[in-house]
């Protein structure tokens, strides 16, 4: 009995031990799965991604970072780190990453904070928050008092405050983003960096007064952004010149920040009656749609927000219903300077979550993009020199034959005269790589209509393909499923565009 009690509490512990070593996250892979392709393997913001993203990622390497709530000058704490992680930055091409596990995050911290080094006069390679900590104790985050209600007096003065402060220099008299010194304004890299425009912007480390208060309180490193001290503003002065900036905003962008994301699952509902594939079916009216926030890769004047997302399945198709604010429907680019709205799905094939641009080698991903281009073509519009110039004359080319048109006759899927259906359904496994299935493969249908300032998309496939490259859709198996949209207005294209972080969808029973 006495060895029992003694070996047993032993023997569990070692289990335990084994275990969590075991399931301890590995932050350099997960670096390499989800980071590196922006930031770069070595964290000096040189990925791959990096050269269609902007602003640009940020170098690790420089011991700068834009949010935290220590002091000027100080380094970030690890709460600081984890929570950029965690909620992204937003109006940025720096998403969140809830769909990882907190475990997961902090380790993808710790990385990050390994990646912070940089080389002394001696040539030695010396760690950022190493030479801090020895040092002595890190100084503790900025103290933000209690916010005070906003009245007119504390706007009054937050007005006073940002004019005597010269914030107008660069964010204009209206908060507006223009003002005389934003097209000279760098980061210390040498990139342009337009100021934020309170009017219409996304607060990149969060919206909220404390969030604000921090960043009016600590500068944003690597930007011309300065601190405000208490020598120069006192906390009074700080919450005045919050409320007044968040009293600039547009009341479109405020009810953004007040809509939450969801909890990362897309969820399918199974319905008894013919399944829905029209986008003005009232099937979708009585069904709740999952807010999937958007992310632009280009600083863009107005970026779209989110997309509404429904989705239901019957016993052999799944449709999807994609809805999202656009003022001015874009169909075919005729003209150079024309470019079309777009949506699209992307379809993690292995089950792993990849890298969200594409995939990797490791991880192909199955990507569905409806184009309103194409929805004119399907429909019989056919918009072209003639219909934009209306009296010009235009040769015409016989409409058969390869000798006029031999893309066509290649089989290349864009240079289709007629087609079948809207969406293109195409494969990627990394940049560079994406690739059209040949036109017996196309086998995703969709609508969309354009009505009263938004776009409604329904893009319908069985659930089950016998193509290999196609996603499976089986009931009770999540999928990774991520999003992206063009606004052809704002000349999106490739690249240029809104995206989702990952989500997952799953067929409900």
Not at 111 to 139: I, M
Not at 185 to 201: A, E, I, Q, T, Y
Not at 388 to 399: F, K, L, N, T, W
Not at 459 to 474: E, G
């Amino acid at each position: 009995m006495a060895r029992s009690k003694i070996v047993a509490p032993v023997a569990a512990l070692v289990v335990s031990t084994c275990l969590t070593l075991a399931a301890a996250p590995d932050g350099k892979q997960l670096f390499e799965t989800h980071c590196a392709s922006c930031h770069g393997k070595t964290g000096e913001g040189n990925g791959p991604a990096a050269v269609w993203l902007y602003p640009k990622p940020r170098n690790f390497a420089s011991g700068l970072f834009k949010i935290k709530s220590t002091p000027a000058g100080a380094l970030p704490t690890d709460d600081d780190l984890l929570r950029t992680v965690t909620r992204g930055m937003p109006g940025s091409s720096m998403p969140d990453f809830t769909y990882l596990t907190e475990a997961e995050r902090r380790a993808a911290v710790q990385y990050v904070k390994a990646l912070s080094v940089y080389t002394d006069e001696r040539g030695k390679r010396v760690n950022f928050f190493e030479e801090a900590g020895a040092k002595g104790p890190p100084p503790a985050p900025i103290s933000v008092p209690t916010e005070p209600p906003v009245t007119l007096q504390t706007l009054t003065q937050g007005k006073q405050t940002y004019t005597k402060l010269q914030c107008f220099l660069c964010h204009g008299v209206t908060g507006e983003g223009t003002g005389p010194s934003a097209p000279t304004l760098k980061d210390v890299w040498g990139f342009s960096l337009s100021p934020r425009d309170f009017n219409n912007g996304a607060f990149r480390g969060g919206h909220t007064g404390r969030d604000l208060y921090l960043r009016v309180a600590t500068g944003l490193a690597g930007t011309p952004m300065p601190s405000f001290g208490d020598d120069l503003v006192s906390p009074q002065q700080r919450w005045s010149v919050v409320h007044y900036i968040q009293s600039l905003r547009r009341k479109s962008v405020e009810i953004n920040d007040i809509l939450q994301p969801a909890d990362g699952f897309i969820r399918a509902q199974r319905v008894s009656r013919k399944l829905p594939t029209h986008p003005a079916d009232a099937l979708w009216d009585r069904m709740d749609p999952t807010r999937v926030p958007l992310n632009p890769l280009w600083a863009e004047p107005d970026p779209i927000p989110a997309v509404a997302v429904r989705a239901v399945y019957d016993g052999s198709r799944i449709a999807f219903l994609l809805q999202w604010h656009d003022a001015i429907a874009n169909g075919a680019p005729v003209r150079v300077q024309d470019f079309q709205d777009a949506v699209a799905m992307q379809f993690a094939l292995k089950g792993a979550i990849p890298f969200l641009g594409m995939g990797d080698a490791d991880n192909p991903v199955n990507l569905w993009q409806w184009k309103a281009g194409w929805q004119q073509e399907v429909e019989g519009e056919r918009p072209d020199v003639s219909t934009i110039y209306a009296s010009m004359h235009v040769d015409r080319y016989p409409e058969t034959g390869a000798l006029f048109r031999t893309a066509e006759a290649a089989g290349n899927l864009l240079a289709f005269s007629r087609r079948r259906s809207p969406v293109e359904d195409a494969n990627a496994h990394g940049f560079g790589t994406l690739e059209s299935q040949p036109a017996k493969g196309q086998n995703v249908m969709g609508k969309g209509i354009w009505r009263d300032g938004y776009w409604s998309v329904v893009l319908v496939r069985t659930l089950k393909s016998a193509d290999a490259q196609d996603a499976q859709f089986i009931k009770g198996t999540p999928i990774p499923v991520a999003f992206a949209v063009w606004n052809g207005e704002q000349r999106d294209r490739n690249g240029r565009k809104v995206v989702s972080n990952w989500y997952r969808l799953i067929l409900e029973p």
